[in-house]
């Protein structure tokens, strides 16, 4: 049976066919601008993972940072840690979304960003208009449901606090208490962002560190090659230089054949990089120091092997391989020693053009200071044997400073530094009086009741339940924090004058003033070797040392609590033989990090680093001190002025230590002093050592009485 259609069912079956046409074109559409759509967010996706990246190197990069003045290195951590407070909170927000957005987790009042709920929406019950969805959307601001329902409240978790951090900023995003537990879930997309490979040639720059200079020692002789010439300061090599073009070629070798093609964020973050010259067609080590604002193409940078500073383009710069980063820079700051330069930039100008002249010659440098970047230091030219400190001084460019003048004046320094108008009260990074002073802050306040004020129940209002110290203390506020260093050694009995020693020289300090062992100490124990598991004191120089420089008594040592005071006992390594001997600090510097020791067995002084330096066991104290310090018996200076006898005192020094140093000699005590003794040194064969030193016209002699001491009286120093 065949009903017939009225003209409503045909106008509703036209309607729906058009409806169909429309949906398909609106799919189509729809796809299409969703494709277009996931192109953009992948392309946002790649520069929020670079800028992650950029923000993983310049948090790595604040540590150079650090390498700043101690004036300065408050404030400069200071604003260290809130950069990398704000980046961490940054990448905890980022985290929070992703979590919200992608899980379905979290807290919405914690997202910095705008509704990003997903709660399940209900069918919608009334129609909508298909026209209405090809509008943009617009994202919401409210957190109501749109179909008005009911939601429920949220509950909140309790989650743990962590333990109490050491510093803490406060901030308005998310802190480490607010930030939700990450489920494993969370955990997988960390991951994954963790193993994003990061680019090879950022990790190379990175990575690249050059080790730091050996300091070199006073009054000590070094040869040496002029580089380069910078007003008053000139830099130089010393040592060979034949490794350093061994090097060179090298570089030039590797970057033919290894050349990158650098970005400017490739640039930006190097600490040292390798520079082409267009001259000589080789590449240089160099300190990239920083990008010129207005043109980036070009860089400055420092060549530390050179000591000298250039502005070169960017496409001459290459990331440094690890293979040429082994040896330490090659080039020292120097400034000549007793000479003091004029003021007047014509005078800097002619001096600079002075010593230009000795570029590439060959010197020998007596180190006169080195407690600054820029070392003081007496240069002789090896070929004319002539003082380049006398002939800048005879040209006019300088003055002469005689040291030893009464009539000198002290330099005057800045007047709101001077110590009368100082007050280190008002320092910040010495608030406490016992940190400033002994750079140790006490620990024990911690223990002790401030609530105890004493009694015969030995207890505060507490009672037993207080389980702190219930100690008084004193009225000065000195606690009992306290550690001991051993100080004291002693040291081997003075021969008596007119007697006949057999010793070993062991150190030249000046010109008549060294050190000796007594031949008859310095033999090897020979004694019978003790049971198992019984220590026993060194008795002997050579048995002391084996003992310190075994690889047991190598794993034991253990590091100072406090900075090293003068006067302490301690394990110091010396560079040459990378071995232990015992040492007296003599001085400590904490600019440069290294500490002035006295060898108390062999009488020289060295300036080693602080983290060589270790604690000196007790029974490596029964030994008395080897080195017994003597002066050279009827020699004395020249009648000259100051400042002449000031320059024959290195050279007499030196012949002196060519004559005796290591060597056996019979000593004839003519008298004694407090510590030392006075003595007339006969070689094998019956000649004086005086007499051979002056031959040489740098001292003379006199004549000499041997002094009994049998009449001094014992004298005692009370307090």
Request: net charge negative.
């Amino acid at each position: 049976m065949i009903i017939p259609m009225d003209g409503y069912c045909y106008k509703q079956n036209v309607k729906i066919i058009r409806s169909f046409a429309d949906l398909a074109t609106i799919a189509l559409h729809r796809r299409n601008e969703l494709d277009s759509r996931i192109k953009t967010f992948l392309g946002k996706c790649d520069l929020s993972i670079q800028n992650i990246v950029k923000l993983k190197c310049e948090v790595q990069g604040l540590m150079n940072k650090l390498n700043c003045e101690p004036s300065d290195l408050k404030q400069t951590f200071l604003n260290c840690a809130k950069t990398i407070d704000e980046y961490t909170y940054l990448i905890t927000d980022f985290n929070i979304a992703i979590e919200n957005l992608v899980l379905g987790k979290g807290s919405v009042d914690l997202t910095p960003v705008l509704d990003t709920t997903n709660k399940l929406i209900p069918k919608q019950v009334n129609p909508v208009n298909i026209i209405d969805m090809l509008t943009e959307p617009v994202p919401s601001t409210s957190n109501a449901c749109v179909n008005n329902c009911q939601v429920p409240k949220p509950i909140k978790k309790r989650i743990p606090k962590e333990e109490q951090l050491l510093i803490s900023f406060s901030s308005s995003s998310c802190s480490a208490e607010s930030v939700p537990i990450i489920t494993d879930s969370t955990a997988e997309l960390t991951d994954g962002v963790k193993d994003i490979s990061l680019d090879p040639i950022m990790e190379q720059i990175k990575n690249t560190n050059i080790p730091a200079q050996v300091m070199l020692q006073v009054d000590k002789q070094y040869p040496g090659v002029i580089l380069y010439v910078d007003g008053i300061s000139f830099w130089m090599a010393t040592g060979s230089i034949d490794q350093t073009f061994f090097l060179l070629n090298q570089m030039a070798k590797h970057y033919k054949d290894n050349y990158v093609q650098l970005s400017l964020r490739h640039v930006t973050a190097m600490t040292y990089c390798a520079l082409f010259d267009d001259e000589c067609h080789l590449y240089y080590r160099a300190l990239f120091l920083k990008l010129i604002d207005n043109d980036t193409s070009l860089a400055e940078v420092f060549l530390i092997d050179l000591g000298e500073t250039r502005l070169v383009h960017t496409c001459r710069v290459q990331p440094l391989a690890p293979q040429f980063c082994i040896h330490a820079p090659l080039a020292r700051c120097y400034h000549l020693a007793g000479v003091e330069h004029i003021d007047n930039e014509d005078v800097i100008k002619q001096f600079e053009q002075f010593m230009l002249q000795y570029l590439a010659t060959d010197v020998i440098i007596t180190i006169d200071d080195n407690t600054s970047e820029s070392l003081g230091v007496y240069v002789e030219v090896v070929k004319t044997r002539e003082i380049i400190n006398d002939l800048v001084v005879a040209a006019g460019l300088a003055v002469k400073i005689d040291k030893n003048s009464a009539n000198s004046s002290p330099r005057k320094g800045i007047p709101e530094l001077s110590e009368n108008s100082y007050d280190i009260g008002q320092d910040p990074e010495y608030e406490d009086p016992v940190l400033a002073v002994t750079g140790y802050h006490n620990r024990d306040e911690a223990d002790i009741c401030k609530h105890y004020t004493g009694g015969p129940q030995k207890t505060c209002f507490k009672g037993a339940r207080c389980q702190k110290k219930h100690i008084v203390k004193h009225p000065d506020g000195w606690t009992l924090d306290r550690v001991t260093v051993p100080g004291k050694v002693n040291s081997l009995a003075l021969p008596s004058p007119g007697t006949w020693l057999r010793v070993i020289v062991t150190h030249v300090a000046h010109f008549n003033r060294f050190y000796v062992h007594l031949a008859t100490n310095n033999e090897d124990d020979k004694a019978e070797h003790p049971k198992f598991g019984v220590i026993l004191p060194a008795t002997t120089l050579p048995s002391l040392i084996r003992d310190m420089n075994s690889p047991a008594t190598k794993i034991s040592y253990k590091p100072l609590e406090l900075a090293p005071a003068p006067g302490e006992l301690v394990a110091a390594l010396y560079p040459p033989d990378e071995q232990w001997y015992r040492a007296r600090v003599t001085d400590y510097d904490r600019t440069i990090q290294s500490v002035e020791v006295f060898f108390i067995d062999f009488g020289n002084t060295l300036w080693v680093k602080e983290d060589k330096i270790r604690c000196l066991d007790t029974r490596f104290l029964v030994l008395p001190a080897q080195a017994m310090a003597c002066v050279l018996g009827r020699v004395k200076t020249i009648n000259k002025t100051v400042y002449q006898i000031n320059t024959y005192l290195e050279p007499a020094r030196a012949h002196l230590e060519k004559l005796i140093q290591d060597r056996k000699f019979e000593a004839y005590v003519t008298s004694t002093n407090y510590d030392s003794i006075t003595v007339d040194l006969c070689d094998e064969t019956g000649h004086s050592v005086a007499d051979a030193l002056a031959k040489t016209k740098l001292v003379q002699l006199y004549d000499y009485v041997t002094e009994e001491d049998t009449t001094a009286q014992q004298k005692m120093v009370v307090p």
